[in-house]
């Protein structure tokens, strides 16, 4: 048990344009979701912390009007990179957290994001 | 803010030599998580500490939680090849702030 999605896989996209990514617990309810970003050979980084129902917390430095986060349902949280630029090509990871369950994250695949 | 490091940064083993990672926070943690990640994927969780001096083993790995709950090891008897990748370990400060350190990156080589 415990798996969570990530659609797409991966992404090409032109500057200038939005992507959406998705993020879905499968098989448990997300009370908690968090949104990373992984650079090449770095750790993650969180971005922001999402609660169902309430608006994300972001990390400092984190745009919170480019990165639009809505966690709409215990099982799904979606980011928005708007206006994509090149420097915002990267690996973008989501996880969930099932309080019931304890401090356990369940991490996405991850999505590859590639602005051109 | 809450930091967390981590050493070494990188590390070389010959296979079946044993392997150890640090990681230290800057606060104390209410727990501390150890997760791998495999060249390409994703983190997979390994575990959880949350007792102070906590000490829990899971086949080859043997998991450390210091007295203080502020540092943590990560020890892997007899490497293998299939033990590549990079371990991080994530400090929880009461559900305030969530941190992963750098990691440490295994090659182990046959």
Excluded at chain 1, 62 to 76: M, Q, Y
Aim: hydrophobic share 30%; charged share 15%.
């Amino acid at each position: 048990g415990a798996v969570v999605s990530q659609h797409p896989s991966w992404v090409i996209c032109k500057s200038g344009t939005s992507v959406k990514i998705e993020c879905r617990s499968l098989d448990f309810q997300a009370t908690t979701m968090f949104w990373y970003r992984q650079f090449p050979k770095q750790s993650l980084m969180l971005m922001a912390t999402s609660n169902e129902g309430s608006k994300a917390t972001y990390e400092q430095g984190v745009e919170k009007d480019k990165f639009l986060i809505n966690h709409a349902s215990l099982t799904l949280s979606t980011l928005t990179v708007t206006s994509a630029h090149p420097e915002d090509s990267s690996f973008y990871i989501c996880s969930a957290r099932d309080h019931s369950r304890g401090y356990e994250q369940y991490f996405g695949p991850g999505t590859r994001l590639t602005v051109t | 803010g809450q930091q967390v490091m981590q050493i070494p940064q990188y590390q070389h083993v010959q296979e079946g030599e044993d392997f150890t990672t640090y990681c230290n926070s800057s606060t104390t943690l209410s727990n501390i998580q150890w997760y791998k990640q495999r060249p390409g994927g994703h983190p997979v969780f390994l575990i959880q500490l949350v007792k102070s001096g906590e000490v829990k083993k899971q086949k080859r790995l043997t998991f450390q939680f210091g007295e203080a709950k502020k540092n943590s090891s990560l020890h892997i008897t007899a490497t293998q090849t299939t033990d590549v990748g990079t371990y991080f370990c994530a400090g929880d400060n009461y559900g305030q702030n969530f941190v992963f350190g750098p990691g440490t990156r295994l090659s182990v080589l046959p």
